[in-house]
């Protein structure tokens, strides 16, 4: 089984402030926050780690509910007016991101541009570079870097064929920074794009999982 993951990135706000606006939002859909043992890695819970540099990041629980946890990164944003971001990875095929601000969805992107499922909807899903670059300008991200980030592809393109996946050096898939460990087309440009953001790993403050209030 491949890697599926989904990540927010929280720019410029502590792990404090994200756990008290994510508690409140749960709090009004009549759910509480139950708090798990940090160090056991093996439970299917929220990971919030702590600051590093300018992130903050969280990782999502299993499963692929797409309409809550994303009104939860709203609010976070709207309560903290602070820009950020979903990651994702499906089954090592293929990523996407969604951009966030101010509490209002700015921009989507999906490498893969034929699978829609239960990501974007039939929601524009190209992907804008310099919409990336306006919501985290201190960070001086390169627009051409941004722009290999954000390809995708379809699997009904001509040149789709033509790619040879196993082969590092396809000019076709080139890695879009030399220190990169996927090329552009490949899923875990997830991982890729987080460094390129300046994403650190850090230490997990919080792990928890949501339960519904008693009555």
Same mark, same amino acid.
Not at 60 to 86: F, I, M, N, Y
Not at 111 to 116: A, K
Not at 185 to 200: C, S
């Given at each position: 089984?491949?890697?599926?993951?989904?990540?927010?990135l929280?720019?410029?706000?502590?792990?404090?402030?994200? *756990?008290?606006?994510l508690?409140?939002?749960? #709090? &009004? &859909?009549?759910?509480? /926050?139950?708090?798990?043992?940090v160090?056991?890695?093996?439970?299917? $819970?929220?990971?919030?780690?702590?600051?590093?540099?300018?992130?903050?990041?969280?990782? %999502?629980?299993?499963? %692929?509910?797409?309409?809550?946890?994303?009104?939860?990164? +709203?609010?976070? $944003?709207?309560t903290?007016?602070?820009?950020?971001? #979903?990651?994702?990875?499906y @089954? @090592?095929?293929?990523?996407?991101?969604?951009?966030?601000?101010?509490?209002?969805?700015?921009?989507?992107? &999906?490498?893969?541009s @034929?699978?829609?499922? $239960?990501?974007?909807d039939? +929601?524009?899903?190209?992907?804008?570079?310099? #919409? /990336?670059?306006?919501?985290?300008?201190?960070?001086?991200?390169?627009?051409?870097?941004?722009?290999? *980030? /954000?390809?995708? *592809?379809?699997?009904?393109?001509p040149? *789709?064929?033509?790619v @040879?996946?196993?082969?590092?050096?396809?000019? +076709?898939?080139? =890695?879009?920074?030399?220190?990169?460990?996927f090329?552009? +087309?490949?899923?875990g440009?997830?991982?890729?794009?987080?460094?390129?953001?300046?994403v650190?790993?850090? =230490?997990?403050r919080?792990?928890?999982?949501?339960? =519904? $209030?008693?009555?």
């Amino acid at each position: 089984m491949g890697t599926f993951r989904r990540t927010n990135l929280f720019y410029g706000v502590d792990h404090e402030q994200v *756990y008290a606006a994510l508690e409140e939002f749960w #709090l &009004q &859909q009549g759910h509480t /926050l139950r708090r798990e043992d940090v160090n056991n890695v093996n439970l299917d $819970s929220y990971e919030l780690h702590e600051r590093r540099g300018d992130w903050t990041v969280l990782e %999502w629980t299993k499963g %692929w509910e797409w309409d809550l946890r994303r009104r939860a990164q +709203l609010h976070v $944003s709207r309560t903290l007016d602070c820009p950020g971001l #979903l990651v994702f990875i499906y @089954d @090592d095929d293929f990523w996407g991101c969604e951009l966030f601000h101010h509490g209002t969805v700015i921009d989507q992107f &999906q490498q893969e541009s @034929d699978v829609r499922g $239960s990501f974007f909807d039939d +929601l524009p899903i190209e992907g804008r570079p310099d #919409l /990336l670059l306006a919501a985290f300008p201190a960070l001086g991200l390169d627009p051409d870097h941004a722009r290999g *980030y /954000l390809t995708h *592809y379809s699997i009904y393109d001509p040149w *789709y064929d033509e790619v @040879d996946w196993e082969d590092d050096n396809d000019p +076709l898939n080139q =890695p879009v920074r030399p220190d990169d460990g996927f090329g552009r +087309l490949d899923g875990g440009v997830y991982w890729n794009f987080q460094h390129f953001l300046g994403v650190e790993p850090a =230490p997990v403050r919080h792990r928890f999982t949501t339960a =519904p $209030s008693a009555p």
